[in-house]
């Protein structure tokens, strides 16, 4: 890191799930155009990426990355393989062809690991064929705390296919050390979190939302739609409200994407 980023603090502020639903595609394009995002991470198999692309693959204000897909987590709202469930067996549900819930599946029953390739492969394709200039690749429910076998593999493909492994850049803005934050709502959370944040590069992350009816099929038995649709609304707040903005203002903190962000 250079001198100069030493003496700032760095902030990548990263808006995930794009094509996941049209609310959350205009929730993103909302976040940059009145907030801090600079990163958008795209799913290949959502059912809106389409719908996203005709929103967002023109820009040139903000840094695309791939949000490698292995896991569908909501009830009623199911995505699977590009590949189709015949190619890559080790991915789905035998009887659904979906993708499993979560990455803890793969702890009982590990994915081939040419089959995690040949998916992630397919989707970075698909997101360059609807005019996405992909930079980096980061991962959906981060699946490879379940597969660590991935690791080496994954950096080898961000290499051949010159995109960034996000993993290498990724450090997240600490809680406040007094724990001051714990006592606030989310967007207040983080605005004592910049406060306290010491020089350096971190990152953010949220899922920009409103509270529309394709938000609100988002759900499970863990995890209630009612609290979906709350937590999305804060995390687009923490991107775009006055008061975030003006503690980002008054604390010099330079929101950058990937492909300006320092190796750590």
């Known amino acids: 890191m250079t001198m100069m980023n030493e003496q700032q603090i760095r902030l990548i502020t990263r808006a995930d799930d794009a094509g996941s639903a049209r609310t959350a595609d205009r ?60 190619k890559v067996p080790s991915l789905v549900e035998p009887d659904t062809g979906m993708f499993t819930p979560t990455p803890a599946h793969f702890l009982n029953r590990p994915p081939a690991t040419q089959e995690v390739m040949a998916e992630l492969q397919a989707q970075l394709d698909r997101l360059r064929s609807l005019g996405f200039h992909i930079s980096y690749a980061d991962s959906h429910m981060v699946f490879e705390w379940a597969i660590p076998q991935i690791a080496e593999p994954f950096d080898r493909w961000c290499e051949r296919e010159g995109i960034r492994n996000y993993r290498r850049y990724s450090k997240p803005l600490p809680e406040a050390a007094d724990g001051a934050d714990k006592l606030s709502n989310p967007v207040e959370a983080l605005i004592t979190r910049l406060t306290h944040a010491e020089l350096g590069q971190y990152l953010i992350v949220g899922h920009p939302g409103y509270d529309e009816a394709d938000m609100r099929a988002f759900g499970n038995a863990d995890y209630k739609s009612e609290q979906v649709v709350a937590d999305r609304i804060n995390e687009r707040l923490m991107f775009t409200r006055e008061d975030v903005l003006a503690c980002v203002k008054e604390r010099g903190i330079v929101p950058i994407r990937y492909d300006e962000a320092a190796e750590l």
Do not use: K
């Open 27 to 86: 929730a993103i394009l909302d976040a940059i155009e009145g907030g801090i995002v600079r990163n958008v991470s795209l799913m290949a198999v959502g059912p809106t990426i389409e719908h996203a692309a005709d929103l967002l693959a023109g820009r040139r204000d903000v840094c695309f990355g791939i949000h490698g897909t292995l896991n569908a987590e909501w009830t009623d709202v199911r995505w699977g393989p590009i590949l189709g469930a015949a």
